[in-house]
């Protein structure tokens, strides 16, 4: 078994959050005979592209926020906690709305960005003064469809309690809503959070791409992902404990010396609880 180190590439990828498990199964390594070529890229605006381009940049852009979303879902599922207490302090994961007082719309995203660390930056402060905690957190902004507002959705991990009134006074620009989130099943939370994340994703509007759009803190656990070269006919995913879903699906390749793309078959596993690792490829 080869894992994360092979030229050959790899045909086994695994994901583990913390209660969930992904593994795909590809039919042919990935990576393998790959030569990146040079090339000289010369760097356009959008205006800049042709109706195709742009139509082209577009999709791209929306491909690389959806893989991003998954990416968020990933996250929260790696590092939510369960409720308890320190100091008889109660913590747990919430959910945090912040929305403005003034009209603060979608031309003013930079200005809303800034308002939103300066926040950020006084709750740290607080945490830290005032519980001897760090603050740990995923947010995005969200413009609302009609009266294109901009507010912004945080997920607290592990967060302390702290009274509405004074949250509101270290936000101070407008209200704000603040839920736990302990009542939602610790498999469904990252779908949970990435609902709000994703309403601009089909919006195909070039300047949602010109402003940052997901924050997240330093000390946010990252997903482990591992990837292996192995003999896949003897390897049975479905005997693994814990598997709740599986699919089977096409995914294009490109063959350079053919010069044409051709499909190759993926298998792709969902599994609950830890997999067990003597079964592991």
């Known amino acids: 078994m080869n894992e994360n180190s092979s030229p050959a590439g790899h045909n086994v990828k695994i994901i583990r959050s913390r209660y969930k498990q992904e593994m795909w199964v590809y039919d042919e ?8 070529k040079n090339k000289l890229i010369i760097r356009r605006t959008f205006a800049e592209l042709n109706p195709d381009e742009k139509i082209k940049s577009l999709k791209k852009k929306r491909s690389q926020a959806q893989k991003q979303l998954w990416y968020i879902v990933r996250l929260v599922n790696a590092n939510f906690s369960n409720r308890h207490y320190r100091n008889k302090v109660e913590y747990t994961d919430k959910f945090l709305t912040l929305t403005f007082n003034q009209p603060l719309k979608f031309a003013n995203l930079k200005q809303t960005n800034h308002l939103f660390w300066l926040f950020i930056n006084r709750l740290r402060r607080y945490l830290r003064n005032f519980y001897r905690a ?9 413009i609302q469809p009609h ?11 592990d967060f302390p309690y702290i009274t509405f009134k004074k949250l509101t006074r270290l936000w101070g620009n407008g209200y704000i809503y603040i839920e736990k989130i302990d009542k939602v099943n610790k498999d469904r939370r990252g779908a949970y959070i990435a609902k709000y994340l ?15 759009h997901f ?4 000390n946010i656990r990252e997903p482990d992902e591992r ?3 192995v003999d896949t006919d003897g390897l049975d995913p479905q005997v693994q404990p814990g598997l709740v879903f599986s699919k089977e699906y096409q995914q294009s390749r490109y063959n350079q010396q053919a010069n044409k793309f051709y499909q190759i078959r993926v298998r792709y596993y969902v599994y609950r609880g830890a997999l067990d690792k003597r079964k592991e490829p």
């Open 215 to 218: 924050f997240k803190s330093q």
């Open 29 to 36: 390594p990935i990576g393998y005979n790959y030569q990146q």
């Open 198 to 212: 994703a309403k601009n994703v089909d919006n195909y509007n070039p300047d949602y791409y010109k402003v940052k």
């Open 147 to 157: 009266s294109k507002r901009v507010h912004y959705h945080i997920i607290l991990f």
């Open 227 to 229: 990837r292996y070269l």
């Open 134 to 142: 760090e603050l740990k957190y995923l947010a995005a902004w969200e």
